[in-house]
């Protein structure tokens, strides 16, 4: 068997894989960032629901407090009309202020809380909008994600069995070499003699090596970009 043959075949093994997981693209990484948006909108959209119960149950007090508060300064009105003396009505008149004080208080809260609801509110609103859309988007890019995979599950298990058939045959620096090479050449390690020119850069293979690689069955690199040169005799 010709040195070089199992290297060729090695490569187009890898080239085939390579285009396989170029098919899905990166379509698993969109779908991992669009789970991760969605969490977080799930996560947004549960606090926000949170905090909109504290602000209705707050309002709710705030409703009864603030109906306490007006009886109780209506009562002490009343009775400023029933005192005896100065003394009394100073009395009535210094509680009904500390009440008024802390009504306003208790208004002044509530108000903060009404405009905290309705901006809430409405950002709740967007979010699940929002969430509804990524969700029909994340399920579709699973769906075609799904797909894909299936129908390329099977050649790429077939493919990496091959591999390694072809990976048997080739002598471990030599292997260590190629995969040095088609990490640093975007996957493509192996290249034809192009006429007198490596077929990966262009170089011009120098005429004794030309004649080498056309007649000898050894491995060849090119001196500008690394990659193993073949030639085979039709």
Known sequence: MSKMLPLVELQNVDTQLRDINELLGDLPKKVDKLRSEEEELINDVETGKSRLKEIEL?????????????????????????????????????????????????????????????????????????LESLSKDLSSRRVK?????????????????????????????????YDRVSAARDGLAVVKLEGNSCGGCGFVVPPQDVADIRDKDNYYTCDICSRFIYFFKK
């Open 58 to 130: 707050s309002l709710n007090k705030a409703e009864h407090k603030m109906a306490d508060l007006k009886q109780k300064i209506d009562k002490l009105k009343d009775q400023l009309s029933l005192v005896t003396s100065n003394k009394q009505y100073d009395a009535l008149t210094q509680e009904i202020e500390y009440l008024k004080v802390e009504l306003d208080e208790v208004e002044t809260a509530d108000l903060e809380d009404e405009e905290e609801k309705e901006s809430l509110s409405k950002d709740l609103e967007e979010k699940e909008e929002n």
């Open 145 to 177: 994600l799904e797909e894909l995979m299936s129908e390329s599950a099977e050649s790429k298990s077939a493919l990496e069995k091959t591999r390694q058939e072809k990976i048997s045959f080739i002598d471990e620096s030599i292997l260590s070499r």
